[in-house]
């Protein structure tokens, strides 16, 4: 956010330290709609989303070229499926970026989205009045899932029109074996993105959290993508049996379950659960974090 939209949006909160009492509605949608605008329109947003978009060309592309090498065949299921139907390409792709590709994206936005206008001296503008803090806080988080939405819809999105370009479409034969046509496949690809980007919304919040704890927005940002990794090693050890199921990595890639007849929801429901769950824990420590912050420094 530049200097003068701080400025610009400074006066609205200010009444609020005037004494009249706040519009929560429109004063939380004003803010929404600067935190989309600051988060979309920076070059480093729109670089991210670039790759991930590119990312289903490439996996499609390689499919493509061992697919016609006299060495193809076998792989794991989503790839294998992918071959003989273009939409499997979304499920491939999703798998392939939600273990790094998406937490790393969504980890430097959600770092840097309290800690980045600290640096710049932008977040003062913005807390003139205690009763700001919490709406901006919850437009930044809310903000947060939007591009969550987006980073996922940038991959699935990709990965279709690939997939349709490079391989035939058609009935959908489903994981569990069972045969499903393209307009019930469809909609399943919708829900199983969907799922894919609320499973980031745990995320969010730590790396809200983790925004509050430092005046450099680089610094939280690096935290952020390093907790990530650090959680996916710790999630591979068996020895850690005991609090696997805890880690917010866990069930990430239980949409798998989704392409079953009928679909299995116990680790869908499970992930979902979990999210809400960092979701509440680390979202009340970031509020209650920068509820007391200092913001004249």
Same mark, same amino acid.
């Given at each position: 956010?530049?200097?003068?939209?701080?400025?610009?949006?400074?006066?609205?909160?200010?009444?609020?330290?005037?004494?009249?009492?706040?519009?929560?509605?429109?004063?939380?949608?004003?803010?929404?709609?600067?935190?989309?605008? =600051?988060?979309?329109?920076?070059?480093?947003? !729109?670089?991210? *989303? $670039?790759?991930? @978009? /590119? &990312?289903?060309? +490439?996996?499609? #592309?390689?499919?493509?070229?061992?697919?016609?090498?006299?060495?193809?065949?076998?792989?794991?299921?989503?790839?294998?499926?992918?071959?003989?139907?273009?939409?499997?390409?979304?499920?491939?792709?999703?798998?392939?970026?939600?273990?790094?590709?998406?937490?790393?994206?969504?980890?430097?936005?959600?770092?840097?989205?309290?800690?980045?206008?600290?640096?710049?001296?932008?977040?003062?503008?913005?807390?003139?009045?205690?009763?700001?803090?919490?709406?901006?806080?919850?437009?930044?988080?809310?903000?947060?899932?939007?591009?969550? =939405?987006?980073?996922?819809?940038?991959?699935? !999105?990709?990965? *279709? $029109?690939?997939? @349709? /370009? &490079?391989?035939? +479409?058609?009935? #959908?034969?489903?994981?569990?074996?069972?045969?499903?046509?393209?307009?019930?496949?469809?909609?399943?690809?919708?829900?199983?993105?969907?799922?894919?980007?609320?499973?980031?919304?745990?995320?969010?919040?730590?790396?809200?959290?983790?925004?509050?704890?430092?005046?450099?927005?680089?610094?939280?940002?690096?935290?952020?993508?390093?907790?990530?990794?650090?959680?996916?090693?710790?999630?591979?050890?068996?020895?850690?049996?005991?609090?696997?199921?805890?880690?917010?990595?866990?069930?990430?890639?239980?949409?798998?379950?989704?392409?079953?007849?009928?679909?299995?929801?116990?680790?869908?429901?499970?992930?979902?659960?979990?999210? /809400?769950?960092?979701?509440?824990?680390?979202?009340?420590?970031?509020?209650?974090?920068?509820?007391?912050?200092?913001?004249?420094?």
């Amino acid at each position: 956010m530049s200097r003068a939209e701080a400025v610009a949006v400074a006066p609205s909160v200010g009444k609020e330290a005037a004494g009249r009492r706040p519009q929560t509605v429109s004063g939380f949608l004003a803010l929404f709609r600067n935190e989309l605008h =600051l988060t979309f329109r920076r070059m480093r947003t !729109l670089v991210l *989303l $670039a790759i991930l @978009a /590119a &990312l289903p060309i +490439l996996i499609g #592309v390689v499919i493509k070229v061992n697919t016609d090498s006299p060495h193809d065949g076998g792989g794991p299921s989503f790839i294998a499926q992918t071959t003989q139907n273009g939409l499997f390409l979304v499920f491939t792709a999703l798998a392939v970026a939600l273990p790094v590709f998406l937490p790393m994206t969504v980890g430097v936005v959600a770092g840097d989205s309290v800690a980045g206008e600290a640096a710049t001296g932008t977040l003062r503008y913005l807390l003139v009045a205690p009763a700001g803090r919490t709406r901006l806080l919850a437009a930044k988080f809310t903000a947060g899932l939007v591009f969550c =939405l987006a980073a996922t819809a940038a991959v699935a !999105l990709t990965a *279709l $029109a690939t997939g @349709a /370009a &490079l391989f035939p +479409l058609g009935k #959908v034969t489903l994981l569990s074996g069972d045969t499903i046509g393209l307009g019930d496949a469809l909609p399943r690809a919708l829900l199983v993105a969907a799922v894919v980007a609320l499973s980031l919304a745990g995320l969010v919040a730590i790396g809200l959290f983790v925004s509050t704890l430092t005046g450099s927005g680089i610094a939280a940002m690096a935290a952020t993508v390093v907790l990530v990794i650090t959680v996916q090693i710790l999630d591979s050890f068996p020895q850690l049996d005991a609090i696997r199921p805890f880690l917010f990595t866990h069930y990430w890639l239980s949409f798998a379950d989704l392409l079953r007849e009928p679909m299995y929801w116990d680790g869908v429901l499970k992930n979902l659960a979990l999210q /809400a769950g960092y979701v509440a824990v680390f979202g009340s420590a970031a509020w209650a974090r920068f509820s007391s912050r200092d913001i004249s420094a």
